[in-house]
């Protein structure tokens, strides 16, 4: 039987990608719930192989995606795509044959040089370090940080075999802000000091705060010299002007439009990803605005972690937070809608203490934006 003939797996995650959190450790797919992760020290042979991953492929290889996939089924049935549909779109997955990942998504531990109000300690060092001063942590919280440390050496062994086994290896690297992160910087050093950047598909995410010249040498020479195979640069901003500095605690709002005008000279693909939250939700007008300015894709992605800081948490009235005539005019009535969608009645005071608290350490949201620190009553 020809390998056009026999069954193809339902999604190509886990026959083609392997996934790091924050701590080194290893998922079966970010979207999944629950995770199947590996244990400390696992290596990533031993996981790729493992019962586990073979039991979950097993599930995907039937008619339907089994439960732990109900996310990428609900995205489907409400907007006709998902990540698995983007996956299989990409790798073109022709056999269910098990070999050596080819594509890397990894989070380099929690290294980040900002604390923005919609993070976590689990993915920013300045956020871990504030909460620590206020007494915030979780009890027993453990630095990503320290956990992934452990993980690397044999981490990168790992991605550097995948080029052992394949033409072209596609790596994503996620925060915190990799172009702050030393091994992150490192590691790209190496692979184009060795020529694998010129099999590499590179995609990382930034905060565009970071631009030196390590960064320029890294970078720059991509539209001439061609030094990767792809570069696509995701760039995190929230909203623009002075008050970027406020939700984005520690970046400067000229710095990241001189660096955004830079990365625009390498010739690589650069998209804007703005997370709505009800801090920001009353932005996403200028924010679009700004990025047709500039000639940059905008793209949105929404905040479910702190809760109390999503749309559908809002108990009041969604006009305090945003206008309903200019969101429908530029095209986002939908997350005008999604505002109340399921109302937590805590959620505003809720948000009114946990920004207040990290305030004391950093400069009130009245200094910038003076309308919603009257709707949240915040000094």
């Known amino acids: 039987m020809a390998d056009s003939d ?48 073979q039991n979950f492929r097993k599930k995907l290889m039937g008619d339907t995606l089994p439960k732990e996939c109900y996310k990428c089924t609900a995205s489907e049935i409400s907007i006709g795509t998902s990540m698995r549909t983007s996956t299989n779109k990409q790798t073109n997955l022709t056999s269910s044959e098990v070999r050596y990942p080819s594509r890397w998504k990894l989070t380099f531990g929690s290294v980040c040089n900002l604390g923005c109000f919609i993070c976590e300690e689990y993915s920013s060092t300045v956020i871990e370090n504030h909460k620590r001063k206020l007494q915030m942590l979780p ?54 000091a060795t020529g694998l950047s010129k099999k590499t598909k590179l995609e990382f995410q930034t905060n565009a705060t970071q631009y030196n010249k390590r960064i320029q040498k890294l970078l720059g020479d991509y539209k001439i010299f061609k030094t990767w195979k792809h570069i696509s640069m995701f760039m995190s901003i929230d909203t623009v002007g002075k008050k970027a500095e406020w939700l984005r605690w520690g970046c400067n709002w000229n710095t990241i439009e ?21 801090l920001n939700v009353g932005d996403l007008t200028d924010m679009k605005d700004w990025c ?45 809608d999604m505002i109340g969608a399921r109302k937590d009645s805590n959620a505003p005071i809720k948000l009114k203490q946990y920004v207040e608290k990290l305030s004391t350490l950093r400069k009130s949201l009245r200094l910038y934006d003076e309308k919603l620190a009257n709707i949240f009553d915040i000094e």
């Open 292 to 336: 047709d300015s500039i000639g940059i894709p905008l793209k949105f992605n929404l905040v479910d972690n702190p809760e109390f800081m999503s749309l559908e948490s809002w108990p009041g009235d969604p006009d305090l937070l945003c206008d309903r005539n200019k969101m429908e005019k530029y095209g986002f009535a939908n997350y005008y």
């Open 6 to 53: 026999k069954k193809l797996p339902l999604c190509a995650v886990p026959w083609t990608e392997a996934i790091t959190r924050n701590t080194g450790q290893l998922i079966e797919c970010c979207v999944t719930h629950p995770n199947i992760r590996s244990k400390v020290g696992q290596s990533v042979d031993d996981w790729w192989v493992s019962p586990e991953m």
């Open 258 to 278: 001189q660096n955004v005008a830079q990365f625009k000279k390498f010739g690589v693909w650069l998209e804007v990803h703005c997370t709505i939250s009800i």
């Open 139 to 192: 009890i027993g919280f453990v630095s990503p940080q320290q956990t992934f440390k452990e993980q690397w050496p044999m981490l990168e062994k790992s991605i550097l075999k995948s080029y052992e086994h394949h033409d072209l290896v596609h790596i994503y690297i996620m925060g915190g802000e990799p172009l702050y992160h030393k091994d992150v910087i490192a590691f790209l050093e190496k692979l184009s």
